[in-house]
């Protein structure tokens, strides 16, 4: 059971918009901790997608984009493309660990 | 380019020892104040911390492995280390090394190619 809730999948059309949710409580997002998003590939490590609620490392296209409000969290994704079929995780800090590291259980997308 | 490679055994019997070692380069494990720490990811299944240890010193732990994990350093080699005492099957597992973007909540910014452990008898 993880600490933070994501949806098991989601899908869309290429060139739809998807959107991935990510659900804490007041001791993680809700205590105003960050949240980061990766990007998991088929076969490959995770990748960070989005820092900090918001922001993207450079090189990762503006496709994607990252919000926060309350104790929840979402990741869009915009004109979707076939490459962008992945599991993606949601991850923030929780401070019944110390604040320590928490991960949602991961989303796959699939692009139909 | 900082880069990061887990090695160890990929096969460990139950109630032994996890033992692996991230090698570092195109950076130092010493230097300023990132965290250094290990992610694994059962087959088919979601990514779990295991523990970090920053620059600085300190070392924290996840409470669900229930004090059988220690992380360590050895700045010498520019490596660090996970031991995972008293293994099960549910210890089974893609192991990565991982370093923090920037400071400790900013993020993991690097991750190795992960070693998959598999324990069994």
């Known amino acids: 059971q993880s600490v933070l809730s994501q949806p098991p999948s989601v899908s869309g059309a290429p060139g739809q918009r998807v959107t991935i949710s990510c659900t804490g409580s007041?001791?993680?997002?809700?205590?105003?901790?960050?949240v980061h998003w990766y990007q998991q590939l088929p076969g490959r490590a995770p990748k960070l997608l989005i820092y900090?609620?918001?922001n993207r490392p450079s090189g990762v296209p503006d496709r994607f984009s990252g919000s926060k409000s309350g104790t929840s969290a979402s990741l869009a994704l915009t004109g979707l493309q076939a490459e962008d079929e992945a599991d993606y995780y949601c991850?923030?800090?929780?401070?019944?660990?110390?604040?320590?590291?928490?991960f949602g259980g991961g989303t796959k997308l699939t692009v139909l | 380019q900082l880069q990061l490679q887990e090695s160890g055994p990929r096969l460990v019997k139950p109630s032994e020892t996890l033992s692996l070692t991230c090698t570092v380069s195109?950076?130092?494990?010493?230097?300023?104040?990132?965290?250094w720490g290990w992610i694994r990811q059962p087959p088919e299944k979601g990514l779990e911390w295991v523990g970090s240890?920053?620059?600085?010193?300190?070392?924290y732990y996840n409470p669900s492995l229930r004090g059988r994990v220690t992380i360590s350093a050895d700045t010498s080699k520019n490596q660090f280390s996970l031991k995972l005492t008293s293994v099960t099957a549910a210890d089974t597992a893609l192991y990565y090394c991982?370093?923090?973007?920037?400071?400790?909540?900013?993020?993991?910014?690097?991750w190795g190619r992960g070693t998959l452990v598999t324990v069994s008898s």
């Open positions: 991982v370093r923090s973007r920037g400071s400790v909540l900013s993020g993991i910014g690097y």
């Open positions: 195109g950076g130092s494990i010493s230097s300023s104040t990132y965290y």
């Open positions: 240890m920053l620059s600085t010193g300190g070392t």
């Open positions: 007041s001791s993680n997002i809700g205590a105003g901790y960050d």
């Open positions: 900090s609620d918001n």
């Open positions: 991850q923030s800090y929780d401070n019944r660990m110390s604040g320590h590291l928490v």
